[in-house]
């Protein structure tokens, strides 16, 4: 792999968008979209030898900036505030010596 001068860029713009390099928001909800339709994963793995250049930690850290700056995902999934009767049931449920 040919070293860049910026790593971050080069690993934010791969997980993001599968192209390293500075990241456009718009093609970034396009990218998550497409690969939440395919049931990929996303944000898109990123080669271990350039996050060994970064840091885990602050790969993590950067990468959920970056997610969050991408903005929430329409879900078809439930809101995570809405609890069906099998949730409420299982909250209630509570050991003996509670």
């Known amino acids: 792999m040919k070293e860049s001068a910026d790593p971050v860029a080069e690993a934010i713009g791969l997980a993001l968008t599968g192209s390293p390099g ?8 396009e990218v998550r979209q497409r690969c939440r339709d395919a049931e990929r994963p996303w944000p898109m ?3 271990p030898e350039l996050l060994v250049r ?3 930690g602050r790969w993590a850290a950067l990468l959920a900036e970056a997610v969050a700056q991408v903005g929430p995902a329409n879900s078809p999934t439930r809101h995570p505030g809405a609890l069906g009767p099998d949730d409420r049931r299982l909250l209630q449920d509570r050991p003996p010596h509670w």
């Open 22 to 29: 500075p990241v456009d928001l718009e093609r970034a909800r």
């Open 45 to 47: 793995p990123v080669p």
């Open 54 to 56: 970064i840091g885990y």
